[in-house]
Nanobody
Framework: QVQLVESGGGLVQAGGSLSLSCVAS????????MGWFRQAPGKEREFVGA???????YYADAVKGRFTISRDNAKNTVRLQMNSLKPEDTAVYYC????????????????WGQGTQVTVSS
């Protein structure tokens, strides 16, 4: 069983930056593929990006070039660096862990954090 805890959310002006962290406990972190998702009010949960256990990274088109995902297996941590934030990036951001490489759908991930709120003001 893996527990995930996100941190780093907050309020930022458009054009600003935030860095989210997700710390995992339980299981062997290096074996998991880690994904980031977000959910805005009234919308479905949306894939943001993922870093597979071999450190290949994939981003959704909406964040490509602005967001960067990294992982530190020694610290059981995955990070989401968000630059050039836009009001449409406002959402609750979740990290997730799973076994399926290449997964971009929420149902393909097995473990979820509680989420952290990111609000971008215009």
């Amino acid at each position: 069983q893996v527990q995930l805890v996100e941190s780093g959310g907050g309020l930022v002006q458009a054009g600003g930056s935030l860095s989210l962290s997700c710390v995992a406990s339980g299981g062997t972190f290096s074996r998991y593929h880690m994904g980031w998702f977000r959910q805005a009010p009234g919308k479905e949960r949306e894939f943001v990006g993922a870093i597979w256990s071999g450190n290949s990274i994939y981003y959704a088109d909406a964040v490509k070039g602005r967001f960067t995902i990294s992982r530190d297996n020694a610290k059981n941590t995955v990070r989401l660096q968000m630059n050039s934030l836009k009001p449409e990036d406002t959402a609750v951001y979740y990290c997730a862990a799973g076994w399926l490489i290449g997964a971009t759908k929420s149902h393909d991930y097995n473990y979820w954090g509680q989420g952290t709120q990111v609000t971008v003001s215009s």
